[in-house]
């Protein structure tokens, strides 16, 4: 710690900082530009100029950037001095001289990080009266727009996509004064992390073009915390609504989990909220062609009806579903009538995840944790695909030796550029083992192109040499035996080895490897431990273990238990139940459209409750409009086993007042007091949690996922800005009369700006980033308890899953060890693998992340393509079964001979590890 004194006040500071986090982590104001609370500095704006002094009795002092000097003890500094904001002030004005006069027509505008420095320094008038140089736009993607006029020259942007998210496609072109920050030619952004140049930059030189489409200022938006729902990672986020639709989706700061940045899938992958086709009123099917709205009463009659004259109802529930509405349809239909609506290969997979975490061989770290690590080990898995996120944890990861270097020679962490100029190729090791390229291929020491039996075995080995009273493997080749035991010697030299895998391959096989090295890293721990720790079974800090799921509540799911999807159809199948009840789940993603053309035949009576028009909606006798992650409140669970909530952002029927779309658990809350003619009082979020975390205890915790429900007081939270306007014209083309606002008694929200939205008072759920001054993404430093720390009333959510790492796991029996893989003369065996863009169900509906989806392709080894006499881009049919689909080739130079790859969402229910036959279309 290190005291400084500030305008004649001392403070108690880290003296690792520098002056400008110091400071701003006091609550301080300082502007600045080029500095970023994850990039640390470069000092390329000096925007953040403060007056030092040499001890108390110096008069004179000197300006200094505070960017760029230590926070050393016994400072003394002013932030306040004439000339310091003298100095500010020039240096504002220097950016404007070719900054643009266009405030109210930028789509930055009302929080824009420029706007709010501008009137921090005092600049209020421009003196420049001369031609302003001008910039050609580039076109780069659906998701980002370029207003190169704007840039004001501070690095962000290239610092954020080439240092620290490892893109390779932006630059910076020019000199001095006279810079170009964009692609050498226009074209698609290829980073899946350039969405966050909307955050990053400080002014309107990138923004988002999915919110231009339906542009609204920040002011004028209505917000609630939220978690997102494209992948497992369960990253925070602050969806912003205007008119009853979602104008855009803001990273959320969460200390643990996301930190500043998101994916792009989970950024711009919002707008299957705003379809038009989605269902709004409860529909009745008489027949294929005949659709018949209702409202809330007679479709609940008629619903009730169906289940009366049902033999046996089966419930299908979705790990995209809330834990509250998965609940509910397990309640209203009997525990042994509970589908989990997942496949069984991947049900199997989530079951043997959530053991090999309780089994507790080394601690669960959480996403922040993985930057930590010193050496990695990926197992089957592509993150940048199946959990982008991850990804960008990984990187910083391997980084991270950057500081470690940087320590031993004295050299601060925040000094960035000395910082990489020391490290320049240095890196920890990261090994991956997948059957393709990966996004991390091009920071790891060693990238192992293998069929998923034999990554299985590969880590079988490492597991073996690290410990030899794990199962060893026969009949491995000398190659692969050599990668094991460089694996196992980098992770033994580790202080704190990291092992990554998951379920993206749908491979018991790699998952038992895991838990098998894992079990020999824990036992390698254990074994540096003291005596007393042995006993209090506290695991040392050193190693990790994360699985990755798909979807954003498979981890819940598989903790509240129930059938596969198979076992549902099979009963519907063979007549042994006559009516289904699906929750958000459109089968015909999951399984083969034949599979699921028989069960729903077979069936009587199919009720569907979604938000989209999927195709299993089409064929539903009675459809109930389900609410979307912004219309309802819930608790999903990541993949740490992390319980989040989410919270409703807006009232669908406020401006939509014929719409009659629900929450999933209201629904079938409702479904079942009619079904028992019972009139009750309508069931409240705090009891639902309450009765599913009852009903499931494993799920106990859940009930503090939404942290504190009010602030002292009583005082609610406001979800719109104290700027918030227009809200008695909202609604003027419907009535004149403005009604009243929408109550909402289960949440600690106000659905308008009246109530608390402030950061002076610790609290979790922070809806927007806004505080005086700040109306900039920056505001979260605001509210973290250090700038770059936690939120001061906690990270939201709680662990119920995971583990700390009391070493109780066994290794898995030699009989899981899979034999080497060998190829079929002329059969494939084939994988489906994920992708970021298009292979998730409702982030696909979005038009945006439609037009960044790829034409997809089947790929084979360059082998196998020439024994096909096929060269990349023909044409191959790929026959799986009955079915017969037409895919363009992509020759993947280190794919392992013998293998077929197929994009995730391309045809589902594909069966992973299946042997298919490959046919060359003629001519």
């Known amino acids: 710690m290190a005291t400084i004194h500030v305008d004649g006040n001392a403070y108690e500071v880290d003296g690792s900082d520098n002056l400008l986090h110091a400071c701003l982590s006091l609550g301080l104001d300082i502007p600045y530009f080029c500095w970023h609370p994850a990039m640390g500095s470069v000092g390329a704006c000096r925007q953040c100029a403060v007056k030092q002094y040499k001890d108390e009795n110096d008069t004179q002092g000197k300006i200094v950037m505070s960017c760029m000097t230590p926070a050393a003890d016994n400072s003394w500094l002013s932030i306040d001095d004439d000339e310091a904001h003298a100095f500010r002030a020039r240096v504002t004005e220097w950016f404007m001289t070719y900054h643009p006069h266009d405030c109210p027509v930028c789509a930055e505008g009302g929080h824009c990080h420029l706007q709010d420095m501008t009137v921090m320094t005092g600049h209020s008038r421009r003196r420049y009266r001369f031609a302003k140089r001008t910039h050609r736009n580039q ?7 370029h207003e190169m006029n704007r840039c004001i020259n501070c690095y962000r942007c290239v610092r954020f996509y080439n240092d620290y998210a490892g893109g390779t496609d932006l630059g910076v072109f020019g000199m001095n004064n006279n810079l170009y920050f964009g692609r050498h030619q226009e074209g698609v952004l290829e980073s899946p992390f350039a969405g966050n140049l ?10 988002d073009k999915t919110h231009t489409r339906h542009y609204t200022r920040k002011w004028d938006l209505q917000y609630a915390p939220s978690v997102c729902h494209q992948c497992a990672v369960g990253c925070n986020t602050s969806p912003g609504e205007r008119y009853g639709s979602v104008r855009r989706i803001e990273n959320r700061y969460h200390g643990e989990v996301n930190g500043h940045f998101l994916c792009d899938r989970g950024r711009f992958g919002y707008d299957y909220v705003n379809r038009d086709d989605r269902p709004r009123r409860p529909e009745w099917h008489d027949n294929d062609t005949h659709v018949t709205e209702l409202d809330v009463d007679p479709a609940l009659d008629r619903g009730a009806d169906l289940l009366r004259r049902a033999d046996r109802v089966i419930g299908i529930g979705s790990p995209r579903a809330s834990l509250e509405s998965n609940h509910q349809l397990r309640a209203l239909v009997g525990e042994n009538n509970f589908s989990t609506g997942i496949a069984a290969a991947e049900q199997a997979c989530l079951e043997r995840m959530a053991a090999i975490d309780a089994e507790g061989a080394l601690a669960t770290p959480t996403p922040r944790d993985i930057e930590s690590h010193d050496a990695v080990l990926v197992l089957g898995e592509d993150l940048l695909n199946s959990a982008a996120r991850l990804g960008l944890n990984v990187r910083q990861a391997v980084l991270g030796i950057r500081e470690e270097l940087a320590e031993e020679r004295g050299i601060p962490q925040w000094h960035d550029a000395a910082v990489r100029t020391l490290a320049q190729d240095s890196r920890h090791p990261l090994y991956i083992a997948y059957p393709t390229a990966t996004g991390l291929d091009d920071i790891s020491a060693a990238s192992l192109r293998l069929t998923p039996d034999d990554i299985a075995r590969l880590g079988f080995a490492v597991a073996h040499e690290i410990d030899p009273d794990a199962p060893a493997v026969s ?12 694996i196992a010697r980098a992770l033994l030299a580790a202080k704190r080895p990291l092992v990554m895998s998951g379920g993206s391959l749908e491979s018991l096989a790699i998952l038992n490897a895991t838990a098998s090295v894992a079990r020999a890293l824990g036992q390698k721990t254990e074994g540096q431990k003291t005596e007393g720790q042995r006993k209090g079974r506290k695991k040392a800090p050193q190693g990790g273990l994360l699985l990755v799921r798909r979807e954003a509540n498979s981890a819940g799911v598989a903790l509240m238990g129930g059938k596969p999807l198979e076992r549902a159809l099979e009963h519907v199948s063979h007549g042994h139940a006559d009516t289904l009840i699906v929750l958000e789940n459109d089968l015909y993603e999951r399984m083969p459209d034949a599979r699921i053309d028989e069960a729903l035949t077979a069936a009587e009576s199919l009720i569907v409750l979604d938000h989209q028009r999927t195709q299993t909606w089409q064929r539903a006798t009675l459809g109930l409009p389900a609410a979307s992650f912004v219309e309802a409140d819930g608790t999903v669970v990541n993949l740490e086993g992390r319980a989040q909530r989410f919270y409703q952002v807006y009232d669908p029927r406020h401006m939509r007042p014929e719409c009659r779309i629900h929450a999933g658990w209201r629904w079938l809350d409702a479904l079942r007091a009619s079904l028992g003619r019972s009139v009750s009082e309508p069931l409240t979020f705090d009891q639902v949690v309450s009765d599913c ?6 799920l106990a915790g859940m009930e503090a996922a939404g942290g504190h429900a009010k602030l002292p007081g009583a005082l609610k ?7 918030y306007s227009g809200r008695t014209s909202l609604r003027a083309h419907l009535n004149v009369s403005e009604p009243r606002t929408p109550q909402d008694p289960d949440t600690p929200f106000e659905f308008s700006m009246e109530g608390y939205s402030g950061f002076d008072r610790p609290r979790q759920n922070v809806p927007f980033a806004w505080a005086p001054g700040w109306n900039s993404p920056q505001a979260w430093n605001k509210f973290t308890d250090s700038v770059g720390g936690h939120l001061q009333g906690g990270d939201p959510g709680i662990r119920v899953a995971g583990a700390e790492g009391a070493p109780e796991a066994t290794y898995p029996a030699a009989d899981a060890i899979p034999a080497a893989f060998a190829r079929r003369d002329g059969q494939f065996q084939l994988w489906v693998l994920p992708r970021l863009f298009g292979g998730e169900a409702t982030s696909s509906r979005a038009d945006a992340i439609a037009e960044r989806t790829g034409t997809p392709c089947l790929q084979l080894s360059e082998a196998d393509a020439r024994a096909l006499d096929a060269e990349d881009g023909a044409t191959l049919t790929l026959c799986v079964g009955e079915t017969h689909l037409p895919l363009a080739l992509q020759v993947e130079t280190h794919l392992p001979d013998g293998l077929v790859t197929l994009p995730a969402g391309v ?3 594909a069966p992973n590890g299946h042997w298919v036959t490959l046919g060359k279309e003629e001519g």
Request: net charge negative; aromatic share 8%; with cysteine.
């Open 139 to 145: 076109y780069l993607g659906p998701f980002v727009a």
């Open 198 to 207: 909307t955050e990053v930059c400080p002014t309107g030189v990138f923004t």
């Open 475 to 486: 009949d491995l080749d000398d190659a692969t035996r050599d990668h094991a035991r460089n």
């Open 693 to 698: 975390a009852f009903a499931h205890p494993t």
């Open 717 to 723: 939270l406001a979800r719109a800005p104290h700027r």
């Open 907 to 909: 045809m589902p229910g």
